[in-house]
């Protein structure tokens, strides 16, 4: 009967923490369905009265939202799949390969990591400056295409892979080009979906460095082009709510059809090695 109790106790307190957490997001929603001005009311209506779409319709007929969306829907894609070239190949090299000064290299990166994002934007804005970057999809993208954090999390898992399976390959006359293709990418798998996600994740939902970096509103992203709105539109609290609900529903929905992999992923680079 005790245990039954506290079984109880523990569940109510989960879901109601679940609630307060969700609740935000839910209203959010409710009200990017609301006719203009509802919101404003005191105090403010929980649901619709009369639910409409038309927060939407304006948001992409009038304020360019789809372009935005395209934007950040390229950016991501694109920083995602250079990130993961990049980081699946340094992080089985410092795990598999042996060259000279590779645990010293190593060991400087992970130091790199206690070092805040924000004191490298201004070297990394000027030096773009420096090669004509800035204002494009690419200088958007450069933070994201390679990654301490990523390096990382490849090589952690990357030192489970057996010694031996490797060295027989190379016996077999294998060169390293189609060992890391057709025997590592395999086993690397839950990493790569991890990892995907991650940068994916990270990409679209970032919003200072697109913010210092674009100048141009046609090349602007989902983020950043809503927070323009906001200060164009700052009474239209509906329609700002709607632009809220296209820029999280993408990765909330990418997010939910892949925590499996995404928590595997992440639990399985912390343990291995």
Avoid at 123 to 131: A, D, E, G, V
Avoid at 179 to 190: A, E, N, T
Avoid at 221 to 228: E, K, N, S, Y
Avoid at 243 to 250: F, H
Wanted: glycine letters at 8%; charged letters at 10%; hydrophobic letters at 55%.
């Amino acid at each position: 009967m005790k245990l039954r109790l506290a079984s109880v106790c523990v569940n109510g307190t989960l879901i109601g923490m679940a609630l307060i957490a969700l609740f935000p997001l839910l209203w959010m929603l409710s009200v990017s369905f609301m006719q203009p001005g509802m919101a404003s009311a005191l105090p403010p209506p929980l649901l619709p009265a009369h639910p409409t779409f038309a927060n939407y319709r304006d948001l992409f007929a009038q304020s360019g939202m789809g372009g935005y969306f395209l934007n950040s829907l390229l950016i991501a894609t694109i920083a995602t799949l250079i990130s993961l070239v990049f980081n699946l190949m340094a992080g089985y090299a410092f795990a598999k390969l042996r060259f000279a000064g590779r645990e010293r290299l190593f060991q400087a990166l992970i130091g790199g990591l206690v070092i805040p994002a924000q004191v490298a934007m201004m070297p990394l804005f000027l030096l773009l400056k420096w090669m004509g970057l800035v204002d494009t999809y690419l200088g958007v993208m450069a933070p994201m295409l390679v990654t301490i954090f990523g390096i990382f999390l490849v090589r952690q898992y990357a030192r489970s892979i057996p010694d031996e399976l490797l060295e027989a390959a190379r016996i077999d006359g294998a060169g390293e080009g189609r060992i890391f293709v057709q025997i590592v990418l395999p086993l690397l798998k839950p990493i790569v979906v991890t990892l995907a996600i991650f940068t994916f994740l990270a990409s679209w939902n970032d919003f200072m460095w697109p913010l210092i970096v674009l100048t141009s509103q046609q090349h602007y992203t989902l983020p950043v082009a809503l927070a323009a709105l906001s200060r164009e539109r700052v009474q239209d609290t509906e329609q700002m709510m709607a632009g809220a609900v296209v820029t999280m529903l993408p990765v909330l929905a990418l997010f939910l059809m892949m925590q499996r992999h995404y928590i595997q992923g992440l639990l399985l680079g912390s343990v291995k090695g």
